[in-house]
């Protein structure tokens, strides 16, 4: 799809895509719980396996607490491509300068795609990023995703629309800097 990118496009999140994934939280906290009650009071209670799903029962929870805030407080416009850079609410306050990108690629993670902004460690920390995406930084990057990650759970957009348009965005700043 060919887009105009002298206007900002702005990307919105799904509501009905957010109570799906709402929906499924308490459905994996079940999951979680069932093991836990099932092994009550026998020697396995005390396995590693449960201890996991102790885990997953926070983890679970969080997950379904975080999903409801968003859909009744992040309203709106989420992502916004714009001539000069990408802003993405749920990583940080600021646009992210086309001119600081260094690279974008594509982290597929437990068979989901995340774009990968990778900017110098300078601007990232001139950056306000969100909790989530500061406490997220140091695992993403273990596990091979050196940079700010976003995704497009929970939007109006598939994740290959929004690669491709990321992309037609830094490609016409980039011909803009050829050009001057």
Same mark, same amino acid.
């Given at each position: *799809? ?10 919105? %999140? ?13 459905? *994996?906290? @079940? ?6 009650? =099932? ?14 799903? =102790?885990?997953? !029962? ?17 309203? %709106?416009?989420? #992502? ?11 990583? @940080? &306050? ?6 600081? !990108? $260094? ?10 795609? #995340? *774009? ?8 990232? $920390? ?5 909790? #989530? ?17 976003? %995704? &497009?759970? %929970? ?9 491709? @348009?990321?992309?037609? =965005?830094? &490609? ?9």
């Amino acid at each position: *799809m060919h887009i105009d990118t002298t206007r900002s496009l702005e990307i919105s %999140g799904s509501p009905l895509k957010r109570i799906g994934l709402f929906l499924l939280s308490p459905v *994996m906290v @079940a999951v979680s719980l069932f093991p836990i009650i =099932y092994t009550w009071g026998t020697p396995e209670a005390n396995s590693l396996a449960v201890f996991f799903c =102790y885990i997953g !029962v926070v983890l679970f929870s969080a997950c379904g607490v975080l999903i409801l805030w968003r859909l009744f407080r992040q309203t %709106g416009t989420v #992502i916004e491509l714009r001539p000069d850079g990408i802003r993405d609410i749920r990583v @940080a &306050a600021e646009v992210i300068p086309w001119s600081a !990108v $260094q690279d974008i690629y594509t982290w597929t993670y437990q068979r989901q795609s #995340i *774009m990968v902004i990778s900017v110098p460690h300078e601007v990232e $920390q001139t950056l306000s990023l969100t909790r #989530i995406a500061r406490w997220s930084r140091r695992a993403n990057t273990a596990l091979g995703a050196d940079g700010l990650c976003i %995704g &497009a759970t %929970g939007l109006t957009i598939s994740y290959d629309q929004l690669l491709d @348009a990321t992309l037609q =965005y830094l &490609a016409a700043w980039q011909a803009t800097q050829k050009a001057t």
